[in-house]
């Protein structure tokens, strides 16, 4: 017999406050995504690491500043990126930069341990008219310089290749075997390279082979649409879903971290990049 009148509003009322509050889908939790501070510069930054922890992501790159790493541990989140004052043009292909270099890696390494984050970047340099095998060979001397302090401290120092064709241009470590030959040498389960695919695409492409054939090499990655380093939309010429997915199956454990321009609301953007790439 149905329940009509009161009776039928009260048990509508006592059906209704059973339901669950509406929660956002939890993500599959593969891949580790996090994104860069620089690309969300105009968001405040408690208001970004309270969306950002919202939105699942772990972590945030590139922040330096003690009050906001207070914030990241606020929500939950990781720096997984330590800049630490480095410089992309001044890095480690010039034997004058090394005990600068030194001195500045002596000092963030334990500060990035004691806060409990993973890993730190390093920088080439540019070549100013250095023959690539001199800047390979030393890169790997002030690398060695530097590597039994992140191996103490279990944090690792992550080689970034970038472009020389847009964005970067002179920089040394521009194409990945040179970048591999340079990790090979040094050969420190605590020095890696940072992987950014959108910097990888302009001078190299075969981006899926490349992270299959080296992932033992790497330890993070920065996202990036091509061309023009913004969403990781149907704008762009790679298929990030795919990128994502085959990073994922290899088993990697760390921090994919996005590192594009916006040209829309930032957060709708990294929601989008957040959902395509969560496999």
């Known amino acids: 017999m149905a329940a009509t009148g009161l009776g039928a509003a009260v048990m509508m009322d006592i059906h209704t406050a059973a339901l669950p509050a509406k929660t956002p889908p939890p993500v599959k939790g593969r891949l580790k995504q996090s994104v860069a501070r620089w690309c969300m510069e105009k968001i405040p930054f408690e208001e970004l690491a309270r969306a950002v922890a919202e939105m699942g992501l772990k972590g945030i790159d590139l922040v330096d500043a003690p009050e906001e790493w207070a ?4 929500y939950g989140l990781v720096c ?20 600068q270099l030194e ?45 039994t302090i992140a191996e103490e401290h279990n944090v690792t120092i992550c080689f970034e290749i970038l472009n020389s064709k847009v964005n970067h241009k002179d920089y040394q470590f521009d194409h990945m075997p040179w970048g591999v030959e340079v990790i090979k040498r040094v050969n420190s389960p605590r020095v890696k390279i940072l992987y950014d695919i959108y910097h990888a695409q302009i001078m190299d492409g075969d981006i899926i082979r490349t992270i ?25 010429e790679l298929n990030w879903r795919s990128v994502a997915t085959a990073i994922a199956d290899l088993g990697y454990g760390g921090y994919f971290a996005h590192e594009f321009v916006p040209t829309r609301e930032p957060l709708a953007s990294l929601k989008e990049a957040v959902t395509l790439c969560d496999v």
């Open 71 to 74: 914030i990241l541990k606020k």
């Open 80 to 99: 997984s990126m330590v800049r630490a004052e480095t410089k992309i043009p001044d890095g480690f292909n010039r034997k004058e930069n090394h005990e």
């Open 103 to 147: 001195k500045l890696y002596k000092e963030w390494i334990p500060r990035a341990a004691a806060a409990g984050w993973p890993n730190i970047i390093a920088f080439s340099g540019n070549r100013r008219g250095l023959p690539d095998p001199e800047g390979l060979e030393n890169c790997v001397i002030g690398l060695n310089r530097v590597k």
């Open 212 to 236: 299959r054939d080296n992932i033992r090499h790497i330890a993070h990655f920065h996202t990036g649409g091509v061309p023009g380093r913004h969403e990781l939309d149907d704008t762009q």
